[in-house]
């Protein structure tokens, strides 16, 4: 059986069974193949404690037999006989298959003369079993140890047939060779998910790098903008500072202006306000002097009128008594008359115009005291 393991282990399907009597005499071998059909990918519905249920075939092939120098018959006519494990059986009928009848048991034929210590190749001696089983039921009848009885028969033409030596495979092996297979497939679809995991991993840090890339230069150009930015935003600050210490110092030199300038207007306001009175004063006693020589030119102007009146009445006079006189009295009185009169115009005219001077002069008194 160790054997059998390490053959299957290196990867061998052939095992060499060897045949012995009852008394341990060995009296030859045989190689037989005992594979396991590849799982196919056909999963029905199973239940929870048989696992999943999968498509499994198991081929048993006697291929040849070596007989030793111990075998009794100087020349054998060889066929074989294999028997499944009851076990198996079980699990096959039980899963609704139904044995096929080459393997109930398999019997190679036609018979094969084989010579003492000779070898010969075992023809017919091919069977097949297809059956579905759950994973973890199959699992559990391999662990049982089932074995393939084998036995090597002599044909004899005149009397019964004469078994010349039993052997057995174990099936357990399957189960350790399954499993490795199962492994080998986990190991293999972890190497395929792992090799697209590592692409995926791969194109992903390419993807990463590239983004990186791109973000490293959209970041040393928005750095640079911000720089650019920044420069600007400073310069204009600076000059911000500047216009707002000259805006300051231009706003303290005019409210010095204009402090100096209120000062200068109070004062002078003060200066004017002192000037007006004083010149009010000068307009009063100016106007008091003017009415006091309006009221004077008035009472010349009076005067003038009355020695006018007091001239035409002599003149009235004159007139009255020249039409009583002779002609050279009258005349040389006419031409005394005349200066008279003369005269008398003028110093009328003259009152006349003191008297409209005055009256201006009143005039425009009266309008700037009223103005004031």
Partial sequence: ????????????????????????????????????????????????????????????????????????????????????????????????????????????????????????????????????????????????????????????????????????VPLTPLLQAEEARWRSELREREAQRMMVLESEWRRRERAREAELTTLKAEYLALEDKAQQVLAAAESRERRILAAEEALLRRRKELEREHSSRMLEAEAAVRRLQVECEHQLDIERDRNAELVRRVAMMEERLAASEARCLAVENEFADYRAASRSTPEAELTRQLAEAREAAKAAEVRAAKAAKAKQGYKEQVCWNAYFTNQE
């Avoid at 005499?25 to 196919?40: I, M, N, P, S």
């Avoid at 040849?64 to 111990?70: I, L």
């Avoid at 393939?148 to 057995?168: C, P, Q, Y």
């Fill in 1 to 168: 059986m160790d054997q059998f393991r390490r053959f299957t282990s290196q990867g061998q399907k052939d095992c060499k069974v060897v045949l012995s009597s009852k008394d341990g005499t060995k009296l030859g071998w045989f190689l037989v193949d005992v594979r396991a059909a590849k799982l196919q990918a056909q999963y029905k519905k199973a239940e929870a404690d048989d696992g999943p249920f999968r498509h499994f075939a198991l081929t048993v092939d006697v291929r040849t037999f070596q007989s030793s120098k111990r075998l009794p018959l100087s020349s054998a006519s060889v066929y074989v006989q294999a028997v499944l494990p009851a076990e198996l059986i079980e699990l096959v009928v039980g899963s609704g298959f139904r044995l096929p009848s080459r393997l109930a048991p398999l019997c190679s034929h036609p018979a094969v003369d084989i010579p003492r210590g000779a070898e010969g190749a075992i023809p017919n001696g091919y069977g097949t079993l297809e059956f579905t089983a759950g994973v973890v039921q199959l699992a559990r009848v391999l662990a049982q140890e089932p074995r393939i009885s084998v036995e090597a028969w002599h044909k004899e033409r005149f009397r019964a047939d004469m078994l010349l030596g039993a052997g057995t």
